[in-house]
């Protein structure tokens, strides 16, 4: 029932990062508006984007280091791809496991990777401040290792499970190409076993830069032929 509502408020939001963003060529506009059909002069732009975040799983904090792949239309649609991993292995003290080398109690070593499909809608637009809302689906693995008699690592279990994320960033355009950010959000897990729905259904959050690359190129050609 959760899924269905959050399925619903998707496709009523009309489709509707975190890390160091870079975008090619950005044009400010004079007219600003809730959920602007267009802003700025250039209709497609490519997105490449580092996307760090921080969050909880198993109610231990996590960094998620991710890249996303895509392009902007008309300046307020963004869509592409986004592949995402821990920046570190989470280990879990103590556990029981059912293999006859299992120093028990032992400790698990857990991986979490996945990849996604991702949409942004600029909500709000005016020349420093800029409103969206990213909504990402996907599905991953989440891989978990044990320490043996001997003391090494061996693979114990691989899980899938798929994955929906919802959230709103907020920019503040110090320079056209040069805006801090920050963005907040939850995550929900579906097509998996209870134990990775409740370790990993949490919110994250992210602050940090976008660089307009296009915007400080000519920045500093326009300063030169001054």
Not at 56 to 69: A, E, H, M, P, W
Not at 179 to 192: D, E, I, K, L
């Amino acid at each position: 029932m959760k899924f269905k509502v959050i399925l619903l408020f998707i496709i009523l939001s009309c489709f509707s990062l975190n890390g160091l963003t870079f975008s090619i060529n950005y044009k400010d506009s004079t007219t600003h508006k809730i959920f602007p059909k267009s802003y700025g002069k250039k209709k497609w732009k490519v997105l490449v984007g580092l996307d760090a975040r921080r969050s909880y799983f198993n109610n231990q904090k996590v960094k998620i280091n991710g890249l996303r792949l895509g392009a902007q239309y008309k300046g307020v649609h963004r869509f592409g791809f986004g592949f995402y991993a821990l920046s570190e292995s989470i280990i879990i003290n103590s556990v029981n496991v059912d293999a006859v080398d299992a120093a028990n109690p032992t400790n698990l070593r857990v991986s979490v990777g996945f990849s996604t499909l991702f949409y942004e809608r600029v909500f709000y637009k005016v020349p420093k401040w800029e409103v969206a809302l990213p909504i990402y689906l996907g599905s991953g693995k989440l891989r978990t290792e044990y320490i043996n008699n001997l003391g090494n690592y061996k693979p114990l279990d691989k899980t899938s499970f798929s994955v929906l994320g919802l959230g709103i960033g907020v920019k503040y355009y110090i320079f056209t190409w040069l805006a801090p950010r920050v963005m907040f959000g939850y995550r929900f897990t579906y097509n998996t076993v209870p134990e990775i729905r409740n370790a990993f259904n949490t919110p994250f959050y992210t602050i940090g830069l976008s660089i307009s690359i296009g915007e400080l190129y000519k920045s500093i050609f326009k300063k030169e032929k001054k």
